[in-house]
C-alpha cells in the first residue's frame, strides 16, 4: 500500500451544505478506499473504488477517481450533524505488502 | 458480536509498568493490523500479521513493543517499562488477505501513562 495524503486538513461548513475532500497519492494504484472515524473511536470503511472506476456513489456520498492526476475525491452531500468526523483515504497498490498506511485525515466539523 | 473486539478499552498506568492489550479480530480474517493514534493525528502503522506470520514490523517500534498471534486468531501487543510518550489510543483492524482488503477496526484500547 501507500500512504494518501488527504486536503485540506481541516473544513468547517454549516449544515446542509456539500463537503469536499481531497485525496492524492504517488504511483500507481489498484483500488482507493475511504474511511471515516468519529472522535475517539475506531475507523470504519465507508467506500471503495476501483483503478478502472471513474465514480461510485454510495448513498449521500460520492467519490470520483482521476488515476491520470493520481487524486481522488470524496463528497458529502447534504451533510449532517453526525457526519463530523475525521476522514482517511487509503491507496492500495496492485502489487506489494498491503499494510494499509493511512494520512492525517481531513477533520470535517458540521455546523448546525 | 461479530466485530473486531479490544480489551481492555481503557488502561492507566504508571511509568515504568508493563502493559498488555488483546485484540480478537474477525473470526475468517487472515491479516491483523496494529495502530497507534494521538490526538489530531492518523493512525500510525506499528505491525501487521498475515495468520500468525508477523509480515512487517515499523522502525518506529522500539524493542519495548512485541506483538503475538500465537494461533493466527487473536494478538497481543505487549508494551515493557511504558514511558509518558506511549500514552495513545491503540487500534487494531483485520481483514481479508487479497487485492481488496477492507480493514474492519476495533473501538481501541487508550493508554495513558502516569
Known amino acids: 500500500s501507500q500512504q494518501g495524503e488527504e486536503d485540506p486538513q481541516a473544513l468547517s461548513i454549516q449544515e446542509g451544505e456539500n463537503a469536499t475532500m481531497n485525496c492524492s497519492y504517488k504511483?500507481?494504484?489498484?483500488?482507493l478506499q475511504w474511511y471515516r472515524q468519529n472522535s475517539g473511536r475506531g475507523l470504519v470503511h465507508l467506500i471503495l473504488?476501483?483503478?478502472?472506476?471513474r465514480e461510485k456513489h454510495s448513498g449521500r456520498l460520492r467519490v470520483t477517481l482521476d488515476t491520470s492526476k493520481k487524486s481522488s475525491s470524496l463528497l458529502i452531500t447534504a451533510s449532517r450533524a453526525a457526519d463530523t468526523a475525521s476522514y482517511f483515504c487509503l491507496a492500495l497498490a496492485a502489487q506489494g505488502a498491503q499494510k494499509l498506511v493511512f494520512g492525517q485525515g481531513t477533520r470535517l466539523t458540521i455546523n448546525p | 458480536d461479530t466485530g473486531v473486539s479490544q480489551n481492555p478499552r481503557h488502561k492507566i498506568t504508571k511509568r515504568g509498568q508493563n502493559v498488555t492489550f488483546r485484540c480478537d479480530p474477525i473470526?475468517?480474517?487472515?491479516?491483523l493490523y496494529w495502530y497507534r493514534q494521538t490526538l489530531g493525528q492518523g493512525p500510525e502503522f506499528l505491525t501487521y500479521f498475515q495468520n500468525e506470520a508477523q509480515l512487517e514490523k515499523s522502525r518506529l517500534l522500539s524493542d519495548r513493543f512485541s506483538a503475538e498471534r500465537p494461533k493466527g486468531s487473536f494478538s497481543t501487543l505487549e508494551i515493557q517499562r511504558t514511558e509518558q510518550g506511549d500514552s495513545a489510543m491503540y487500534l487494531c483492524a483485520s481483514s481479508l488477505a487479497g487485492t481488496v482488503p477492507e480493514a474492519f477496526f476495533g473501538q481501541g484500547t487508550r493508554l495513558t501513562v502516569v
Open positions: 473504488i476501483r483503478s478502472n472506476e
Open positions: 473470526s475468517e480474517h487472515n491479516r
Open positions: 504511483t500507481s494504484i489498484n483500488n
